[in-house]
């Protein structure tokens, strides 16, 4: 199983980022998939999750109405376009996969759910 995350990068307050996460090695199109993040000397957070299907999602409620999670299963990938960036959204954000069932529920978006993981991408938002 691999997980690839990309998109991340430097851009100032009340800009965009979209990240991609790139997934390979297992059933994509079966399970849930999630990004999370960790901020220095923070513990890491669930940001979004997406079900199997694309129809369902789960926000955190510091990206509500400015993030939005999307999956194309055919090209087994997972977006997070990132609008309207605040200082506080700086971390690296990392994909994840949780493939130990197939059925969603939003109360299945924490990090302790989620067998499989990218390796990060950087995420630095400048006041």
């Known amino acids: 199983v691999q997980l690839q995350a990309s998109g991340g990068g430097l851009v100032q307050a009340g800009g965009s980022l979209r990240l991609s996460c790139a997934a390979s090695?297992?059933?994509?199109?079966?399970?849930?998939i999630g990004w999370f993040r960790q901020a220095p000397g923070k513990e890491r957070e669930a940001v979004s999750c997406?079900?199997?299907?694309?129809?369902?999602?789960y926000y955190a409620d510091s990206v509500k109405g400015r993030f939005t999670i999307s999956r194309d299963n055919a090209r087994n990938t997972v977006f997070l376009q990132m609008d309207s960036l605040k200082p506080e959204d700086t971390a690296v954000y990392y994909c994840?996969?949780?493939?130990?069932?197939?059925?969603?529920?939003?109360?299945?978006?924490?990090?302790?759910?989620?067998?499989?993981w990218g390796q990060g991408t950087q995420v630095t938002v400048s006041s």
């Open positions: 994840a996969a949780d493939t130990s069932r197939t059925v969603w529920s939003s109360s299945y978006c924490k990090q302790k759910e989620y067998k499989y």
């Open positions: 997406i079900s199997s299907s694309g129809g369902s999602t």
């Open positions: 090695g297992f059933a994509f199109g079966y399970y849930a």
